[in-house]
């Protein structure tokens, strides 16, 4: 089975609660925290997650795009996530990181960007529950999918299944009816979705259809 985590970037941040809400048919609510640093754009920080852990009815994915990881996710972990993903492009100490994450509890995770070739996430399958391949270049909201990717999906998901690990291979960026099979049939179990999401009337009945489109092409 697949897991649909919806991203409130595309959500309406003036009415968060109502929005979040809109979505508890998700399996993982995804955050995106960004800092005007490590991507041109900011969002929101530690106040405002901690809030969203205490309204969320469905667990906090939060997805780190800033600078200084190393300094930051525990206090993510802490604040009530239950799953934090790093940029390894930004990690001073992605294996102690990870670590750190884990002993506080959380699902810890890396993200590469694109351009990063997919062995700097295979290096540490045995440290981290998931790997997020980002299908767009970070920052925002609504960009086209990079179909470009999937050759890293089907390389991670070999060495996964290769090495008996059970890590999660999540999507970010792009994801909609017309790319989720795509992107599952390259190995993907794990998709985050924004605008298809957000920009549906129905969410909750978005989020159930694309889980059905990738249930279709999971295998796994
Ligand atoms: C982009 C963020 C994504 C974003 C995806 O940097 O990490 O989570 O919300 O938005 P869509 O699904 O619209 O591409
Ligand atoms: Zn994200």
Request: proline share 5%; with cysteine; net charge negative.
């Amino acid at each position: 089975m697949v897991r649909i985590a919806p991203s409130i970037l595309s959500a309406d941040f003036a009415n968060l609660e109502r929005d979040i809400l809109a979505v508890s048919d998700a399996d993982w609510l995804h955050v995106d925290v960004m800092d005007g640093h490590f991507v041109p754009n900011l969002t929101l920080g530690l106040p405002i997650v901690t809030r969203i852990c205490e309204v969320a009815p469905i667990p906090v994915d939060v997805h780190l795009m800033i600078d200084d990881p190393d300094s930051w996710a525990v206090r993510y972990a802490d604040a009530g996530a239950g799953s934090v993903t790093f940029h390894f492009e930004a990690a001073a100490d992605p294996v102690g990181l990870a670590r750190r994450l884990r002993a506080a509890g959380v699902r810890a995770a890396v993200a590469l960007k694109p351009a990063t070739p997919v062995e700097r996430a295979i290096e540490l399958l045995a440290e981290v529950d998931m790997v997020l391949l980002m299908t767009v270049e970070p920052g925002f909201g609504g960009q086209e999918f990079m179909e470009d990717v999937m050759p890293k999906f089907e390389a991670l998901r070999a060495a996964a299944d290769a090495s008996g690990s059970e890590v999660w291979i999540q999507a970010d960026g792009g994801v909609a009816r017309e790319t989720i099979a795509t992107v599952v049939r390259a190995g993907a179990d794990t998709l985050v979705a924004g605008s298809a999401v957000y920009g549906a009337a129905d969410r909750n009945a978005e989020v159930r259809a694309l889980r059905d489109l990738a249930n279709g092409e999971h295998h796994h």
